[in-house]
């Protein structure tokens, strides 16, 4: 197991390197903001007589991740540990306002990402920069690995009209960066244009995964556990676009997916036979206790992973998507109400990043083309994001 230093850790070893004496940091960080021996951030910060922390800011989920479901805004509060405001950026604003920012010279961004295009927190991140740049604040990110490493790219890049905060700048749906990494490119290549610093990590190597390092795992998100989610999730996080349950509310999210329609042991036949690589899909039967199809027997399908290396996401989720249309027609439906607070767009669409991968699975096209659509863009994404690797 390699020993990994995180970019927090480094940070704290000599505050001074990062922040002067006297400035006022800001902290953006949840519950996954840990060091090597899961001490929060924003203890060790108030704590430490060389940072003065003014002001603590949550992502979405919450600043201790207390928000279970998916889309629920948080409120502004105040931090019961260390008694600081505590302001949403996924509140009445995703963006800092200059009012929140009165009270910080510098920015300390630290949150886990998982190494997908739709989850949120880049783009929180995103924001925090373009609002240092308005401000004339500096930022600071506190870099951490990539959990699903950062070699393999996959998915169509965002299309321009797309962007939402699900996506928005055109990259893949697994992008293969470090959040340090995704920052440099949206400030360099995507024009933001803040003052930013990074402070990597020691002893990342863009192979690993992180549950072959020694850094620490905490749930970034409610319904992330595991890197095993995080493995799956640039693939079955599709099926939040449909009516069908991507498996929350069971302990195995994303992991498990069905609908009380679906015949589970035609579905995984069907889903075997394809020889997939690196996966094999068992037939299972589960009762979501929330969210879609809660408290509803489904029928489905759990996706065992047995060759990461080997495996593909995109192409595997999406190709269940086009299965499940081909078995069950109409039944398998688009979500009714609108992801991420985007009203003219269909959500799936909206999670894609383009029209055409909802075209493919809903007949429009075979699964070569549905293949050729998961590496959409990504040759020209691979050489770009070599300019910006930091390991």
Same mark, same amino acid.
């Given at each position: 197991?390699?020993?990994?230093?995180?970019?927090?850790?480094?940070?704290?070893?000599?505050?001074?390197?990062?922040?002067?004496?006297?400035?006022?940091?800001?902290?953006?960080?949840?519950?996954?903001?840990?060091?090597?021996?899961?001490?929060?951030?924003?203890?060790?910060?108030?704590?430490?007589?060389? $940072?003065?922390?003014?002001?603590?800011?949550?992502?979405?989920?919450?600043?201790?991740?207390?928000?279970?479901?998916?889309?629920?805004?948080?409120?502004? @509060?105040?931090?019961?540990?260390?008694?600081?405001?505590?302001?949403?950026?996924? @509140?009445?604003?995703?963006?800092?306002?200059?009012?929140?920012?009165?009270?910080?010279?510098?920015?300390?961004?630290?949150?886990?990402?998982?190494?997908?295009?739709?989850?949120?927190?880049? +783009?929180?991140?995103? +924001?925090?920069?373009?609002?240092?740049?308005?401000?004339?604040?500096?930022?600071?990110?506190?870099?951490?690995?990539?959990? $699903?490493?950062?070699?393999?790219?996959?998915?169509?890049?965002?299309?321009?009209?797309?962007?939402?905060?699900?996506?928005?700048?055109? $990259?893949?749906?697994?992008?293969?960066?470090?959040?340090?990494?995704?920052?440099?490119?949206?400030?360099?290549?995507?024009?933001?244009?803040?003052? #930013?610093?990074?402070?990597?990590?020691?002893?990342?190597?863009?192979?690993?995964?992180?549950?072959?390092?020694?850094?620490?795992?905490?749930?970034?998100?409610?319904?992330?556990?595991?890197?095993?989610?995080?493995?799956?999730?640039?693939?079955?996080?599709?099926?939040?676009?449909?009516?069908? @349950?991507?498996?929350?509310?069971?302990?195995?999210?994303?992991?498990?997916?069905?609908?009380?329609?679906?015949?589970?042991?035609?579905?995984?036949?069907?889903?075997?036979?394809?020889?997939?690589?690196?996966?094999?899909?068992?037939?299972?039967?589960?009762?979501?206790?929330?969210?879609?199809?809660?408290?509803?027997?489904?029928?489905?399908?759990?996706?065992?992973?047995?060759?990461?290396?080997?495996?593909?996401?995109?192409?595997?989720?999406?190709?269940?998507?086009?299965?499940?249309?081909?078995?069950?027609?109409?039944?398998?439906?688009?979500?009714?109400?609108? +992801?991420?607070?985007?009203?003219?767009?269909?959500?799936?669409?909206?999670?894609?990043?383009?029209?055409?991968?909802?075209?493919?699975?809903?007949?429009?096209?075979?699964?070569?083309? #549905?293949?050729?659509?998961?590496?959409?863009?990504?040759?020209?994404?691979?050489?770009?994001?070599?300019?910006?690797?930091? +390991?």
């Amino acid at each position: 197991m390699r020993k990994v230093r995180l970019g927090l850790e480094k940070f704290l070893l000599d505050p001074s390197k990062f922040v002067a004496s006297g400035e006022r940091v800001g902290l953006i960080c949840n519950q996954a903001t840990v060091d090597s021996g899961f001490r929060h951030a924003a203890d060790l910060f108030f704590e430490h007589p060389q $940072i003065n922390l003014t002001a603590l800011f949550g992502p979405q989920h919450g600043i201790r991740g207390d928000v279970q479901d998916n889309m629920i805004e948080t409120d502004h @509060s105040t931090d019961r540990r260390t008694g600081l405001p505590v302001y949403s950026l996924y @509140s009445e604003t995703r963006i800092p306002t200059e009012a929140m920012l009165r009270d910080v010279d510098v920015i300390v961004f630290d949150l886990q990402d998982i190494g997908c295009r739709v989850y949120t927190f880049m +783009y929180t991140m995103a +924001y925090a920069m373009q609002a240092a740049a308005r401000d004339g604040k500096r930022i600071v990110v506190l870099d951490r690995p990539n959990p $699903i490493n950062g070699i393999d790219i996959e998915g169509n890049v965002l299309e321009r009209g797309h962007e939402s905060f699900v996506g928005l700048y055109p $990259i893949p749906m697994r992008h293969g960066l470090t959040m340090g990494e995704l920052a440099k490119l949206f400030n360099e290549e995507f024009g933001i244009g803040c003052r #930013l610093e990074v402070v990597t990590c020691d002893g990342w190597s863009r192979e690993l995964y992180q549950d072959e390092t020694n850094a620490p795992w905490v749930m970034p998100s409610p319904n992330m556990p595991t890197v095993d989610t995080a493995v799956v999730f640039p693939g079955t996080v599709w099926f939040e676009g449909t009516e069908l @349950s991507e498996g929350r509310g069971t302990t195995k999210p994303f992991e498990t997916i069905g609908a009380p329609f679906i015949n589970s042991f035609e579905f995984a036949q069907s889903m075997n036979a394809m020889s997939l690589s690196g996966v094999t899909f068992r037939a299972v039967e589960f009762i979501p206790t929330f969210q879609k199809c809660m408290d509803r027997n489904c029928g489905g399908v759990f996706l065992h992973v047995a060759d990461r290396k080997e495996f593909k996401p995109v192409f595997t989720a999406l190709s269940m998507v086009k299965k499940l249309v081909e078995l069950y027609g109409v039944k398998v439906e688009w979500k009714k109400t609108p +992801y991420e607070y985007v009203f003219d767009r269909n959500p799936f669409d909206v999670i894609s990043g383009s029209t055409m991968v909802r075209q493919i699975c809903e007949g429009g096209g075979s699964y070569e083309d #549905l293949r050729n659509l998961c590496a959409l863009g990504c040759g020209e994404f691979e050489t770009l994001k070599k300019g910006f690797h930091l +390991y």
